[in-house]
């Protein structure tokens, strides 16, 4: 779509919301900020655009609608809303934040989703390249809008993209050379009203995907491994249990990539700075879709086992009076803060809780595994959780009324050789803005004791 001169509403005034009125300006379209919420600072969010633009706030009337060429959704904001249908009923395009990013950017693009190990996997993947090409971005929920450096892009970039199941509900052209679905287990159901549907937009990152292209999937999932037999992409599975006559697979140590012509030694895990196996599942995904692209497996092995851990999974923080403290705030669900658990090698305090995503908790307690003296619960999700533990037979619970009590109560308890582990499996928002702000606090608060 030529968007020079076409009035657009960009549905969303938070980072991405601005990002992508920021592109419309450069392509002379004409951007108008919505946001339903009448109390948003008007000035501050034209202050942020650092141009003149229109911003509504509140409801929506019948004449803008109508002046309107094409919506651009920021990914926090639901598409089954009855102003959403609007727009379809009146056949406005409706965009994402993502498929504005795509239409105007150049190069190729490495795409990752799933529903745990997206930001890690991204990371490391962008570094691999990073380390081998000369032009490359890593862009979308790992924290910088994809819109924001979509015109920088020459036709020989490499954009990196961590894809959320909200981003890809509004994709039309998006078409990455290689794509990757790391897991699928519930989440954000509140959005998605259920798993099947859940599933059908994780999927949809393949969607414009040819024979050219390249899928990689976790060979451990069982909707992925069925899902595998309807593509007409290349598909390249990776595992962290079974030896893959063809793939990439973890054993006895070593990881080991498997082609028709060969068998090539990747790593030795004992070589990696990231810990537990979801790391090594991670690792796994960001060689295949590396090697996919076309990067040779000594620039790989060289980069994947010089990686540190991203901030906010499972991150060390710090020893006091002999106990360590980890954050792992971007555990914002039960399956994320399983492989939390399941990394701790000490007896750990946990401090979990927050959001309601109408998550079940059971699986995270019968993870525990003998590994969790005491859960701290705050948030919204507390006495839900307490009850999900004391009905699992786990006794050993708190609750705090905020998480600067809660470190302080896991401070007073814990001995030294033990651990104090943030990994909430929930999201943060009600307390915090978002997980990162809420693991910096955990952070400020562990330096304060």
Known sequence: MELKGKRVLVFGSGISGIAAAKLLCKVQAVPVIYDGNTKADKAGIIEKT????????????????????????SPGVPTDIPLVDTFRECQIPVWGEIELAYEMSKGSVLAITGTNGKTTTTALLGQIMQDYCKEVYVVGNIGTPYTSIAMDTTGEAVTVAEISSFQLETIEEFHPKVSAILNITPDHLNRHHTMEEYIRVKELITKNQTSEDLCVLNYEDEVLREFASTLKTKVLFFSSVHILERGIY?????????TPQEKIMVVNVDDLKLL??????NVMAAVAMAYGAGVPMDSIRKTVCAFTSVEHRIEYVTEKNGVTYYNDSKGTNPDAAIKGIQAMNRPTYLIGGGYDKDSDYTEWIQAFDGKVKCLVLIGQTREKIEKTAHDCGFMDTLLADNLEEAVKICADKAKAGEAVLLSPACASWGQFENY???GKMF???????
Request: glycine residues 8%; aromatic residues 8%.
């Open 50 to 73: 650092g141009q003149d633009i229109q911003v509504i706030l509140g409801e929506l009337a019948k004449e803008e609608i109508e002046q309107i060429d094409l919506v651009v959704m």
């Open 250 to 258: 973890y054993q006895d140590g070593t990881i080991w990539l498997q």
């Open 276 to 281: 537990g196996m979801h790391n090594y599942e």
């Open 436 to 438: 990162e702000i809420r």
């Open 443 to 449: 952070k400020e608060y562990v330096q304060n004791l």
